[in-house]
T-cell receptor
Framework: GQQLNQSPQSMFIQEGEDVSMNCTSSSIFNTWLWYKQDPGEGPVLLIALYKAGELTSNGRLTAQFGITRKDSFLNISASIPSDVGIYFCAGHLYNFNKFYFGSGTKLNVKP | GAGVSQSPSNKVTEKGKDVELRCDPISGHTALYWYRQSLGQGLEFLIYFQGNSAPDKSGLPSDRFSAERTGGSVSTLTIQRTQQEDSAVYLC??????????????FGPGTRLTVL
């Protein structure tokens, strides 16, 4: 099956620092998505990317769809305590209408 | 409006028993997805519905797992003869429609299943 490699697995940063995480795949995806999951909640969509090379921002979050369509990164600038959570990347193959999720990056922010 | 709801929020059962997990999607959403999330892991796709039909059941781990959807709305995931390895959070998501591109999925809070 498809496999997404997400890194890092976890991060401990100081409030105000910038954060970067990424996902790579051996497969080409049509869409890359980034989600955040808080404890006891379902994932919430942060950013969706539909075209190779696309760079999209949502507030302090910026994500890019890699040119090869096999990777994506998410940056968070000036982190704040409420950024704490688990961030998942997901790739979508429309021929199969399946979403493949990475294993997540757990972000901890120290005030 | 109301989001995706799931029930129960927590389920503890004994090995060998059957369980039913319920998902109420957002009204009007035609696509519905079930995922399983083990502790510290990403989401594992199980099955998706377009309307009441399930074009893709390939993610179901074994024949003990089945799902149905009625009236294009509520879906039930059934696990028969539960095993300890079935313990996980089961997440449901719905989206407005299935298109050639990815459609935004809205997730429910999940059902945490513990098999003793």
């Amino acid at each position: 099956g498809q496999q997404l490699n997400q890194s890092p697995q976890s991060m401990f940063i100081q409030e105000g620092e910038d954060v970067s995480m990424n996902c790579t795949s051996s497969s080409i995806f049509n869409t890359w998505l980034w989600y955040k999951q808080d404890p006891g909640e379902g994932p919430v969509l942060l950013i969706a990317l539909y075209k190779a090379g696309e760079l999209t921002s949502n507030g302090r979050l910026t994500a890019q769809f890699g040119i090869t369509r096999k990777d994506s990164f998410l940056n968070i600038s000036a982190s704040i305590p409420s950024d704490v959570g688990i961030y998942f990347c997901a790739g979508h193959l429309y021929n199969f209408n399946k979403f493949y999720f990475g294993s997540g990056t757990k972000l901890n922010v120290k005030p | 409006g109301a989001g995706v709801s799931q029930s129960p929020s927590n389920k503890v059962t004994e090995k060998g028993k059957d369980v039913e997990l319920r998902c109420d999607p957002i009204s009007g959403h035609t696509a519905l997805y079930w995922y399983r999330q083990s502790l510290g892991q990403g989401l594992e796709f199980l099955i998706y519905f377009q309307g009441n039909s399930a074009p893709d059941k390939s993610g179901l781990p074994s024949d003990r797992f089945s799902a149905e959807r009625t009236g294009g709305s509520v879906s039930t995931l059934t696990i028969q003869r539960t095993q300890q390895e079935d313990s996980a959070v089961y997440l449901c998501a719905s989206s407005l429609k299935r298109t050639r591109g990815a459609d935004t999925q809205y997730f429910g809070p999940g059902t945490r299943l513990t098999v003793l």
